[in-house]
């Protein structure tokens, strides 16, 4: 091989690496910014809504859930992601909730993910002629939740209610490798959804 192709070569690795050094960058501002924009605090404790959305996968959602819906925070609560075969009042027992006046305000769905969360409530807020619902998923996890909360329920106002799992350290999170992980794969989650919305919408505008 001569010297001027082993400098071509040389070349293309060195410009190779700088586009993936450049990418990586992008995607560490976008992350820093993503893990900024998670919510701190929950903003709004007290505003009514037509219905409560609990999200399951996380610790303490539930509870969070069944207390607003106790206090009458909403008509009806709806909690989707649930194992299937598990029924209300079998879901009240795994919480402990000696609660059998909330059983008959609460629906179940089936959802395995976020994207089809979305897409059980949606249906469920629709049967229900519902105009708002209050949000109870992890921090961590909102963001995601409201792109595609938002997508499939456009005109629904939507209030976050974050749960703050205390295993999850937003605070140096970086400083922390299960949280960074978390923080990560999360983030890799939101842009997947985002282009996945963006992809869509070009097609139905073309």
């Keep these: 091989m001569t010297r001027h192709r082993k400098r071509q070569r040389a070349m293309v690795f060195v410009n190779l690496a700088l586009v993936v050094l ?3 960058g992008l995607w560490a501002i976008g992350l820093s910014r993503y893990v900024g924009d998670i919510p701190k605090v929950v903003e709004d ?12 996968g996380g610790s303490g ?3 969070v859930g069944l207390n607003l819906l106790s206090r009458d925070l909403a008509e ?14 079998k879901l009240l027992q795994v919480v402990h909730q000696d609660a059998p006046r909330l059983e008959t305000r609460i629906s179940i769905g089936n959802a395995i993910n976020t994207r089809e ?3 059980e409530t949606a249906e469920w807020i ?9 949000l109870v998923t992890a921090a961590y996890h909102m963001p995601r939740s409201q792109l595609e909360f938002k997508n499939l329920m456009p005109g629904i106002k939507i209030i976050a209610h974050p749960v703050f799992p205390e295993h999850v350290k937003h605070s140096e999170w ?8 978390l923080m990560a794969s999360e983030f890799n989650k939101f842009l997947m959804a985002w282009v ?3 992809g869509e919408d070009l097609l139905v505008s073309g």
């Design 126 to 134: 629709t049967e229900k002629k519902f105009r708002s619902l209050r």
């Design 76 to 89: 009806l609560m709806f909690v989707s992601g649930v194992y299937r075969g598990l029924d209300v009042r």
């Design 117 to 119: 969360n979305a897409e």
């Design 61 to 63: 959602r539930l509870n």
């Design 174 to 181: 970086w400083a922390w490798p299960g949280t960074a992980i």
């Design 22 to 24: 450049f990418f990586l």
């Design 196 to 198: 996945r919305h963006l």
């Design 45 to 56: 404790e007290t505003t009514r809504t037509d219905a409560i959305v609990v999200l399951t």
